[in-house]
């Protein structure tokens, strides 16, 4: 891999992040990223400083950069687990089922500070764009509730709580990096856009393997969000085809495990899956447009191939 050593830089110091003071901190906080996860926003951050022409003189702070915003993301997936009820993460049980609510929740608050005792050293502008995208990433969370068991939601709603709750940090983090890299102003926007339309492709697809697992493949058991009621591209798309999974939607939860398996019948449908898969494929093309505009390089080329991967996922 072209930028395997930067990533093994960025894996070890941000296991020496995960320390605190307290025992029950450090270990809920090694258990949740230890080893875990794909790596994923790190990787498209370094990716696309690389591609962007950023030097070996300056990769200290595009690796600080991106552990970051992976700290962020982590914190964000303990809060989301309190509030989901989540028992599984990644296959295991969560923090939540592990250790608590309290627990958890602190612990989700001490990688918040973590990642910005990293982002203070940067320029003013680029600690804007990360609270700019932590900012988006709690209206999202608030939205993404606001809007569960919503059977009159459209697409245009379920694109703004994408938007906000997942590719808001993949755009913050291509801005990030090919500022660091010392690109131009449309290099910098283009990369930001690049990052909003790889976001979006990721949860479309992160949404649609939710329906078709298996569940080995998704780390927890198929359906969650349908069980959940949470404003998933399936159910928008099932619930503008199909009237009865709409008037599934409106009951407000789910009644018992039958109209449960009905229901994850009816979201599985090929020509559910079919929109969804094609509507994600949409923001992979866009993506790899946006690519495009970079300079050729071997960097360049993985980029694009980071995002191409995305379609395998869902296949």
Not at 32 to 57: E, M, N, Q, T
């Amino acid at each position: 891999m072209l930028i395997r050593d930067d990533l093994l830089r960025t894996e070890a110091k941000l296991a020496t992040l995960l320390d605190s003071q307290e025992a029950l901190i450090s270990e809920i906080s090694h258990y949740l990223i230890d080893g875990a996860g794909k790596r994923l926003r790190p990787l498209f951050i370094l990716l696309v400083y690389r591609a962007s022409g950023g030097a070996d003189a300056k990769v200290e702070d595009a690796i600080d950069a991106a552990i970051a915003l992976e700290l962020i993301h982590s914190a964000t997936l303990l809060h989301d687990d309190i509030i989901d009820g989540g028992l599984l993460r990644r296959g295991k049980p969560s923090a939540f089922a592990r250790y608590g609510a309290a627990a958890s929740l602190v612990t989700g608050d001490f990688l918040f500070c973590r990642a910005f005792e990293l982002c203070g050293r940067f320029e003013e502008r680029l600690v804007q764009t990360a609270a700019r995208a932590c900012i988006q990433l709690t209206e999202g969370e608030v939205m993404e509730g606001r809007m569960r068991h919503h059977s009159a939601a459209a697409f245009d709603d379920y694109l703004e709580i994408i938007t906000r709750k997942t590719a808001s940090l993949f755009a913050a983090g291509g801005r990030v990096a090919a500022d660091l890299a010392g690109g131009s102003p449309a290099t910098i926007a283009t990369m930001e856009k690049l990052g909003l339309a790889f976001g979006r492709a990721f949860q479309m697809i992160d949404d649609v393997l939710d329906i078709v697992g298996p569940e080995a493949k998704i780390g927890k058991p198929v359906g969650s969000d349908l069980r959940a009621g949470v404003l998933s591209l399936p159910a928008v798309i099932g619930m503008d085809e199909l009237p009865e999974l709409r008037a599934f939607f409106a009951n407000g939860k789910v009644v018992d495990e039958a109209s449960f398996k009905h229901a994850l019948d009816l979201m599985s449908r090929p020509a559910v899956i079919g929109r969804a898969r094609a509507h994600a494929a949409d923001q992979i093309a866009i993506a790899r447009t946006l690519v495009a505009h970079l300079a050729p390089s071997q960097f360049r080329e993985s980029l694009g191939q980071l995002i191409d991967d995305q379609t395998t996922r869902a296949s």
